[in-house]
C-alpha cells in the first residue's frame, strides 16, 4: 500500500528521500516530503525512518 505525506508535519529533512529503494519520496518546492504513489512499492522503509511519523501507510 502506497504511502501518505503529512505536509504539517514534515520537517523537510529528507530522510525518508535517501532510504527509499524506488526513488518513490523527494522534496517538494516548499522542501516538505512527497509520495509518488505510481511508483511507491509500500515498502514502509521511509515510515520507520521520519523523525516526526509524518508518513503512513494509506
Not at 25 to 41: A, F, V, Y
Amino acid at each position: 500500500m502506497p504511502v501518505t505525506v503529512n505536509k504539517e508535519l514534515c520537517i523537510g529533512c529528507g530522510a525518508c528521500v535517501g532510504v527509499c529503494p524506488v526513488g518513490a519520496l523527494e522534496l517538494d518546492e516548499e522542501g516538505k516530503s512527497e509520495s509518488n504513489e505510481e511508483i511507491c512499492i509500500g515498502c514502509g522503509a521511509c515510515i520507520g525512518t521520519c523523525p516526526v511519523e509524518a508518513i503512513t501507510e494509506k
